[in-house]
């Protein structure tokens, strides 16, 4: 039976890691992650997880630990945010390269400079490339059953390979909202317990960060990209089991309004929901306007998205991060490509927005749709990477 909490993001992604009781724990305390290891280890003081719980002196030190665990077969799990992940930078393709399925709780924030400690995705992004999994949070109730499900992609044999969960900074992570959290015994059973097949402390002979010639590397290379392609379905699979204890229903991406729209807004994150009330408000006045919410970014769901979107007249792609390439950001860049070999295609517009916790209103979705109102009416886009709500 489903139990009714009120709890903030990182209480809630706290809960989903004692439920999943992990072996260790490695981290190091940045805001806005801080309050997820401090919640657990309330919990491993409290007798109510097993687990190592492994205060660190930095968040390259949490990596590494967190890389030596899991290869020595345990199940591990950490927590950080924006510069944190940045020290981590050489470990996470360690992490990755050594296809070792730890899961990173990341509270999205935006890395300096300026100093700020608010939320954009610059952290993330900035890590797209590195070989993990990346599945987005819009609200609490997503960061939790994305984190339940974490272990359940990233272990599975096929795949093997780390996986962080995003949500943004203070935006969910701090702010309380209603969620439903699975039973403590469900979520064990839905986890399963880790029985890796290769792993240090096993009594064969193995060998883990092992110099790869120009021989070899190649090799280890595609096979990371074939294990990528490979947690594709993956994913699907277990959201479809998840859905059968939870009645929630995840898929790679998510459409709000889109199967007529002719104008669409493509999103990640928190903001998906301020965007989803822009466009009740415009469906209300007779517009064809809707939205595709990206929940996995890694591996990329191009195909799929390419068939959603294809039919559109225009749509505006949204990057909480700036891809200081001239061109936009990341996830513009992305979506250009999937749709590049559609005979017809929409028109696009990268909006850069939101940028170091700036805020995003309703008021300022509109503007964007109306924007492309404009474009399709034209039949061209004149600008086509533009900055939202920024001051004169």
Request: glycine share 6%.
């Amino acid at each position: 039976m489903a139990i009714r909490e009120r709890l903030s993001g990182n209480e809630a992604v706290a809960i989903a890691m004692r439920q999943i009781n992990p072996d260790v724990m490695p981290a190091f305390p940045i805001t806005p992650s801080t309050e997820i290891p401090q919640y657990f280890s309330a919990f491993v003081a409290n007798g109510q997880v097993d687990t190592e719980f492994i205060p660190v002196e930095s968040e390259h030190s949490a990596m590494s630990a967190a890389v030596g665990a899991s290869a020595a077969g345990a199940r591990v799990l950490t927590a950080t945010s924006s510069c944190g992940m940045a020290l981590m930078w050489e470990e996470l393709y360690v992490a990755a390269s050594n296809r070792l399925p730890i899961a990173l709780a990341l509270v999205n924030r935006a890395l300096s400079g300026p100093i700020n400690i608010n939320a954009d995705h610059s952290d993330s992004m900035g890590a797209r490339d590195s070989g993990w999994i990346q599945i987005y949070s819009e609200n609490n109730q997503e960061a939790y059953d994305n984190f339940v499900q974490a272990f359940r992609i990233a272990e599975n044999e096929k795949v093997l390979l780390p996986i962080m969960i995003c949500q943004d900074g203070f935006i969910t992570s701090h702010a309380v909202e209603n969620i439903s959290l699975l039973e403590d015994d469900v979520v064990k059973n839905f986890v399963g317990e880790y029985q890796p097949k290769h792993y240090l402390l096993d009594d064969k002979s193995m060998a883990v960060g092992a110099y790869a010639t120009p021989g070899f590397y190649m090799e280890a290379k595609k096979a990371q990209a074939e294990a990528m392609k490979n947690a594709k379905q993956v994913i699907l699979d277990v959201a479809k089991e998840f859905k059968a204890i939870s009645g929630r229903e995840y898929g790679l991406f998510e459409t709000y309004q889109l199967e007529d729209a002719e104008c669409a807004i493509v999103i990640i994150n928190s903001a998906a929901g301020t965007a989803k009330d822009a466009v009740d408000r415009l469906r209300a006045q007779g517009k064809k306007v809707g939205l595709l919410k990206i929940r996995v970014f890694r591996p990329f769901p191009a195909e799929e998205m390419a068939e959603a979107l294809k039919h559109c007249k225009a749509i505006a792609v949204m990057d909480r991060s700036e891809g200081f390439n001239s061109q936009g950001g990341p996830v513009c860049a992305e979506v250009k490509s999937a749709l590049y070999g559609c005979e017809e295609k929409p028109l696009i517009v990268n909006y850069i927005y939101g940028l170091g916790g700036r805020d995003v209103r309703v008021e300022n979705i509109e503007e964007v749709y109306a924007a492309l109102e404009e474009i399709v009416a034209k039949g061209k886009v004149e600008d086509d990477y533009r900055y939202l709500s920024l001051r004169d």
